[in-house]
Every structure is written in C-alpha cells, then in structure tokens.
C-alpha cells in the first residue's frame, strides 16, 4: 500500500491554478523530491496532503485512508519557514510536540537524548529557542519531525542555513529513515540533494506534473550523447565527433547519432593518447530542471 | 493523554510563568494598597480630629421653644431679636441663626440665616433642628419617647419570605447585588486576559509557522479550545489573587495608618465592594497599558 496516493489533484486561488491536476504516489521505503521553481505549487500540495486545507477537486489518501485524526501521530512534518517558542529550552520544545503527537515522556526524552547527540546539539538541550542560531533552531525541528517515529515524513528545504557538518548528518538519518521503510516526501531547491538522496522526483511547474520518475530513468532518459574527456595535450580529429565544447579541464565530445562513447575511447586508445579522464556525459538534474521550467515557460 | 488536556497545561504553565503575568498578578496588589493607603492617609489627616460642635442660634417670636438645646454636635442658642443674632453672626460667635416667626405654627415656616455659600442646608443641620422644633412643640402633650418616634420615625427592617412564608434563605442586601457585579468583572477581565493572549499566541505561531507543526499534530478544535481555557484559568487565577488581597493587605494597611496617625482603635471598614472595584479597575488599566505596550 502505498504511504502516499495523491489522485487528480486542483487547487484554485481566485485566479490563479497553484496544482492542476496532480497525481503521484510515494512508497514505504522510498524518498519522493518534490522540486519545482518558486511559486510551483509545492507547498499547496504539501498542504493538502497534510490536510491544512482542502482541494478543489481529487483525492489525498495516506496509508489508504484520508486524513484523520489518528493518522496525524503517523506523520512527521517539517515547515519551510521555522519557528520555535522562543522561551522554552530545546528538550522542553521536543518533549511538549513529541507529547502532542501521542509519546510518553520518558521515551520521548530518552529518544530527544539520541537524536540531538547525532545531531551534536546534546549540549544545548537545556538552552532556550531565542539564544540558538537559526541552523541549530532548525535541527531541533528536524528532532521535532521525527523523534515520534512516524511513517510519513514531509520536509520542506531541510537543509538550508545548516553547516556542511550538520548538512552531512541530517543526510545521514533521513538516508537511515528510508532504510527503516518510512516513506519521505523531499522539497527542496537544492537538486545535489535530491540526486544523491531520492529514489524518484515529481517536478512541477505551474501545478502540472513536468516530470515524475525514478531518478536513474531521468537521467538516461534526459542522456546527452557526448562524453568527458581530459587528456595531455591537443585532441586531433575524431571521426563520430560532430561537435566540442571547451571547459576547464576537459573537453565535451558530442556525437554523431550512430557513435557510441566506447567508440571514440577505442579511438583514443588506438591513436596511443594518454588519457586522464574519460566519462560519459551525464546530465545533472539542475539542468534537466532547467531545460524543462524553460521548456515549460516557451 | 488527551491531546485538549496536553495543550491546556503547556499554555497554563507557559502563561503564569510569564514575567509579565507574575509581575501583574502581585504588583497590582501593593499599587492597589500604596493607592488607598494614600487616599486613606490624605482623609485622615484633613479630617478634624475631634468632631467641633456647632453653635447656631435662634429667635423665638413664638415664645415655646426652649427645650432640648443641647442636640449633640449642634447647640442653640437663644437670641431676644434679630438684630443680635445677626451681630452673633457677624462676630462668628454663632455659625448660623434661625427665625421662628410668630406665625410659624400656621405657617410652617422658619428663616434660617447664614455666612456660607451653599447650595442647600447641610442634612444634619436641618435634622436636627427638626428635631428641636419637634421636641417643643410636643412636649407638653406627648410622652418623650414617642417625640423621639416622631423625630426618627422609621428604622426599616425588611425580611424577605420565600413562597411558603417562611423567612427566605437568602436576604435581599447589597451583597447579593455587589458579589455578582465584582465576578461579572472578573469574568470580563478573565475573558479579555484570554482574548488578547489567544490573539497575540496564535499571531505569533502563524507567523512563525509552527502552527503548522501543531496542526500536523492536532486540530484546530484542540487547539483552541485548550488554548481559551488555559488562558482564562490564567486570567481568573490572576483575577483571584487580586480579589483575595484586596481583602487583607488593604484593611491592615488602613489599620495601620490609622493607628499611626489617628490613634483609632476601631478596624477600618471599608466597603468590599469598593476594594473590589478598585483593584480591578486599577488592574484592567495596568494590563491594558502593558498589552498596548507590547503591540
């Protein structure tokens, strides 16, 4: 069963179409990123699913039910802009939510010990909200998010503001989250993470569905036929190559439609060129996301 | 737990821990006792110590009245005309004077004479001569006890009944009008405390989002409905300190400055219902300061 069923999808403000319909799903055990150019519809979607407000028209099911009361203890929501109550310490923060979302304090705070030692804010458990700098605010939401366990895990931008260190860590444990089955729908701006984290991404502009697939087909589907080559000294003529393009240390070969990257390496190795880099071009998904919001725009 | 219940007791908690709400709560108080112990002292010490008795004098064109002279705080004094009684006034040996003119039994009429501008003759003056006029005309045919009835006739005592014509549980006195008056404030008072914090909280975890991670928790519903009543328990608890320690503070303070100053050894007595409203207007006003203050 699917954690998150999200079925023809609308939500009209005046007139403006923030999600036109939608559809997707996300599975136990699976990362979604959800990315999109500003004003996309991403967070009325996400609004939706949590049930902050209601759809024009199609179905939200989580876990197969539509939201209710019970299901919200499931559900682990992390906000894009974050606040926390200013006066209260941070273990006191996580022990008043965690207890909202149904935890016994003990366990609660037995849990809060673990995750704000691998989030290395153990120190600052006893400080209060207004003294933590915004990056340490936001990792004890991210406690706050998950510290009850839940199923679903919805982040919106959860590595902004954090250091490369903290970055590195909130990585890890939502890394360790999929593997434990929980189900994470991922939005973020930041595309390096949604590469190296999610199993498959919904783009969305304009509140249409761009692109929805498993990263892995994306970027084979999105392949450019050309490769990456840095050697020592001048590159001559390569039969197949139809086209290059300079940068720093190496040089983009594009190929003619019957030439194959082994091909032009065959070609290298015969004419004896010592060659330091070789690697078939690999579209990132910042340029997918671009070439297709810019595709989308004309 | 009961989600409503765990919300209550976070926002009660968070709401008497507050800096502003403890200083409010036991500040009021000791402005409140600082405030009436000041009025109480200014009245003290321009009230006369010793009660003066006043002399007004009087012409008795009739020729009957000149019995019961002596009315307490008030002497009369007999004058033979007119003339001297207003040389008297003059001189201030007297504070006042009246004519009984010699039709007075028909007419009903008496002159009263005086140097002081006023709007109309002080009631204790006018009983009492009332009474002195009273008194003589009475006191050859009538016994002094009923004169005093006829002086004073109604000492009213009213006992309500219930339905059955027994005497009623609850008498009508101003308490029963009083009480409900002074928790009709408090409940107001109660009621604006929450309103204005229920306002202000939820501004500010709107614009903080994290009411966004409370909803994901919890429904509106709870929300509320554990945030207006914790909230108003913060209020009435506030509310509740005030009204008892307008009670005692207050009358030890009075008492001691009576002591100090006058020497009594009588218990102030001022009125609750006085106390009550007092402190409450004074802490609506304190409170209202501080909320205009903040926003």
Not at chain 1, 2 to 31: M, Q, R, W
Not at chain 1, 123 to 147: A, D, R, W
Request: net charge negative; proline share 4%.
């Amino acid at each position: 069963m699917a954690a998150v069923e999200v079925s023809h999808l609308c939500k009209t403000y005046a007139d403006v179409t923030a999600v036109n319909d939608l559809s997707f799903s996300v599975d136990p055990g699976e990362i979604l990123g959800l990315i999109g150019p500003n004003g996309a519809g991403k967070s009325s979607t996400i609004k939706i699913i949590l049930d902050f407000m209601r759809p024009d028209s199609g179905v939200v099911k989580i876990f197969g039910q539509q939201m209710n009361e019970a299901l919200k203890d499931q559900i682990g929501y992390l906000p894009e802009e974050r606040g926390l109550y200013k006066k209260l310490t941070a273990i006191d923060l996580i022990l008043y939510l965690s207890s909202l979302k149904g935890m016994d304090k003990a366990m609660a705070e037995e849990k809060a010990n673990v995750l704000l030692e691998q989030t290395g804010m153990l120190e600052y458990k006893n400080k209060k909200n207004k003294e933590m700098s915004k990056g340490m605010g936001q990792l004890i939401q991210f406690i706050v998010t998950i510290i009850h366990d839940p199923d679903l895990i919805v982040l919106d931008e959860p590595f902004s503001g954090l250091d490369p260190v903290r970055t590195e860590a909130i990585q890890n444990i939502i890394g360790n989250l999929r593997d434990e089955g929980k189900a994470i729908i991922l939005s973020t701006h930041q595309m390096n993470k949604v590469e190296e984290l999610c199993d498959r991404v919904l783009m969305i502009n304009k509140g249409r569905t761009v692109l929805y697939s498993d990263l892995v087909e994306t970027r084979a589907k999105f392949r450019r036929n050309s490769v990456q080559v840095a050697i020592d000294g001048e590159l001559g003529d390569l039969p197949g190559v139809i086209d290059r393009k300079l940068t720093n240390s190496s040089v983009e070969l594009f190929l003619a439609p019957d030439t194959t990257p082994q091909t032009i390496l065959d070609q290298l190795r015969e004419q004896g060129i010592a060659i330091n880099r070789f690697e078939v071009t690999t579209p990132s998904l910042n340029e997918i996301f671009l070439n297709l919001v810019r595709a989308d725009h004309e | 737990m009961n989600k409503t219940y765990l919300i209550f007791k976070h926002e009660f908690l968070q709401a008497i821990k507050k800096v502003g709400f403890i200083v409010l709560t036991f500040i009021v108080p000791v402005l409140a006792l600082v405030a009436i112990g000041l009025f109480e002292l200014v009245t003290t010490l321009t009230e006369p110590s010793v009660k003066e008795v006043t002399t007004v004098g009087y012409v008795d064109e009739v020729g009957i009245f000149s019995e019961q002279t002596d009315q307490g705080l008030i002497k009369l004094v007999p004058f033979t005309s007119r003339e001297d009684a207003t040389q008297a006034l003059v001189r201030r040996d007297v504070s006042e004077y009246i004519v009984i003119p010699s039709d007075y039994t028909s007419s009903g009429t008496i002159q009263r004479y005086t140097l002081a501008k006023e709007l109309i003759p002080p009631p204790i003056t006018t009983h009492l001569i009332e009474s002195f006029l009273a008194w003589n005309l009475l006191k050859d045919d009538v016994s002094p006890e009923v004169i005093t009835a006829i002086v004073s006739p109604l000492n009213l005592e009213v006992t309500r009944l219930d339905e059955n014509g027994d005497i009623a549980q609850e008498q009508g006195n101003i308490g029963n009008i009083i009480i409900p008056g002074v928790f009709s404030l408090l409940l107001a008072l109660a009621l604006q405390f929450s309103a204005m914090s229920l306002v202000s909280g939820l501004a500010e975890e709107k614009e903080s989002r994290l009411i966004d991670v409370l909803f994901s928790s919890v429904s509106v519903r709870q929300l509320l409905i554990g945030k207006v009543l914790a909230l108003g328990t913060a209020g009435l608890l506030q509310a509740l300190v005030w009204l008892i320690s307008s009670t005692s503070p207050v009358a030890l303070g009075l008492l001691l400055i009576r002591r100090i100053f006058k020497h009594h050894s009588d218990t102030p007595q001022l009125p609750p219902s006085r106390h009550c409203v007092f402190y409450l207007g004074l802490s609506a006003i304190c409170r209202n300061f501080r909320w205009y203050r903040r926003h």
